[in-house]
């Protein structure tokens, strides 16, 4: 069973960029589909971004879309989340997720989850 940590979450300012990390122990990456969500305080989690098991399709919610990159690095068996002109809309908590089946939008169709790492974007 995959275990994931993320980090690189932080307090920044509007227009700022991070870089989230995910990176998996106990599977290798690669044998999996993985995906970013987030829950802000009182929401639901929603989906972010997605990058599929072989070919690295990716795909992004509109509200990250051409701000937000997906990639991963299989040597180093981590995923990233590169965030550039960052928004106090996008503070919440962003989770790192991994599935043998496609990334669903539902967050409750994953299977596997990290803890969350807290994204905090002031104006």
């Known amino acids: 069973q995959v275990q994931l940590v993320e980090s690189g979450g932080g307090s920044v300012q509007t227009g700022d960029s991070l870089r989230l990390s995910c990176a998996a122990s106990g599977g290798t990456l690669s044998s999996y589909h993985m995906g970013w969500f987030r829950q802000a305080p009182g929401k639901e989690r929603e989906f972010v971004a997605r990058?599929?098991?072989?070919?690295?399709?990716?795909s992004y919610s509109d509200s990250v879309k051409d701000r937000f990159t997906i990639s991963r690095d299989s040597l180093k068996n981590t995923m990233f989340l590169q965030m550039n002109n960052l928004k106090p809309e996008d503070t919440a908590v962003y989770y790192c997720a991994a599935d043998t089946s496609s990334i669903k939008s539902d967050y409750r169709e994953i299977r596997y989850w990290g803890q969350g790492t807290q994204v905090t974007v002031s104006s």
């Open positions: 990058i599929s098991r072989l070919l690295g399709s990716t």
